[in-house]
C-alpha cells in the first residue's frame, strides 16, 4: 500500500520540485501543466520509435529542457513578461500533443501499441528508483552546492547576485531549465504507468504542484507532505466510488482539486 502510494505521488512530487526551482528564482513555472502532457507524449513517441523506455525517458528529458532553456533565454534577452511568456507556454505545450498525434499517428485520441507495453512491475521500479535519485539531487543542489545557494537568493535578492558580479537573469534561466527536466519525469512516469497516452494526461498535476510549493512555503518536507494529502485525496475520489456508487463521477473528479482549493483557504500549513 505504501508503495504503491509512493509510486503514485513521484510524478507530482517531481513537478512539485521543478516548480519549487522557478519559485526561489522569482520566475514562477506556469507551464507545468502542459509540459507534463507534451513530455508524456514525448515519451510515448520515442518508446514506440527507439523501443527503449530508458531512452526515451533521456530524450523526453533533453529535448524539453532544451525547448525551455531556448524560450527562457530568449524571454530574458528580449525582457518580456516572463508570467505571460509562462502562460504562453503551456498553451503551446498543451496543443502540441493533439498537433503531433495527428500528424504521426493520425489520431488525436487515446494512443496504445504493441510496441509501448510496459510491465507495471518494471514502471513502478523504475518511477520510484529514478524519483529517489531526482529528489535527493534537488535537495543536494538547493542546499549544498553554490549554484543552489544563487538560485535560492534570485527571487529575493537578485542585487546581491549582481555586486557579487553574477547575473539573476542567467539563474532564472537555469530554473526554468530545471523545472523542464524535472516535468518530463514526471510526464514520463504518467505515461509508463498505464502502458498508453491520454489527452491531457496530467490531470492539473502541474497546478497541483504549484500549489503544494505554495502551501508548503517552499521547504521540501511540506512540500512531500502537501503532495502525499493530494494524493491520498485522488486515490480516495477513485476508491470510493466502489463502495458508494451512486456519487456521481464528475463530483469524485474534482474531489482532489477540492481539498486543494481548500487547503488554499485556510492556509493550513
Known amino acids: 500500500m505504501i508503495l504503491n502510494l ?5 510524478p507530482l512530487i517531481l513537478a512539485s520540485f521543478g516548480a519549487l526551482f522557478s519559485e526561489y528564482a522569482g520566475c514562477l513555472a506556469l507551464f507545468l501543466e502542459g509540459l507534463i502532457s507534451f513530455s508524456a507524449f514525448l ?3 520515442f518508446t514506440i520509435c527507439f523501443h527503449s523506455p530508458l531512452l526515451a525517458a533521456f530524450l523526453t ?3 524539453t529542457t532544451l525547448v525551455i532553456f531556448i524560450f527562457a533565454f530568449i524571454t530574458e534577452k528580449l525582457k518580456t513578461n516572463k508570467f505571460i511568456s509562462a502562460i ?7 496543443a502540441m500533443p493533439s498537433f503531433l498525434s495527428f500528424l504521426i499517428f493520425n489520431n488525436r485520441g487515446v494512443l496504445t501499441s504493441e510496441a509501448y507495453n510496459i510491465s507495471p512491475l518494471y514502471a513502478k521500479s523504475f518511477t520510484l528508483s529514478s524519483s529517489v535519485i531526482l529528489i535527493a539531487a534537488a535537495l543536494f543542489f538547493l542546499i549544498k552546492s553554490r549554484l543552489g545557494l544563487y538560485l535560492r537568493i534570485t527571487g529575493s535578492d537578485g542585487d546581491v547576485l549582481r555586486a557579487k558580479g553574477i547575473s539573476p537573469e542567467n539563474c532564472k534561466i537555469m530554473a526554468w531549465s530545471l523545472a ?15 502502458s498508453a ?7 492539473g498535476r502541474g497546478w497541483m504542484a504549484l500549489a503544494a510549493v505554495f502551501l508548503g512555503k517552499k521547504r521540501p518536507l511540506r512540500i512531500l507532505f502537501c ?11 477513485a476508491s470510493i466510488q466502489n463502495f458508494l456508487p451512486q456519487i456521481p463521477s464528475s463530483v469524485l473528479i474534482s474531489f482532489p482539486y477540492l481539498i486543494v482549493l481548500l487547503l488554499i483557504l485556510f492556509d493550513i500549513f
Open 6 to 10: 509512493l509510486s503514485f505521488s513521484c
Open 61 to 63: 528529458s533533453l529535448c
Open 197 to 203: 497516452f491520454v489527452p491531457n494526461i496530467s490531470s
Open 88 to 94: 504562453a507556454l503551456n498553451l503551446f505545450f498543451s
Open 227 to 237: 503532495v502525499f494529502i493530494f494524493c491520498c485525496a485522488d486515490i480516495f475520489s
Open 180 to 194: 523542464a527536466f524535472y516535468a518530463s519525469f514526471s510526464g514520463t512516469f504518467l505515461v509508463m504507468k498505464i
Open 43 to 45: 515519451s510515448y513517441s
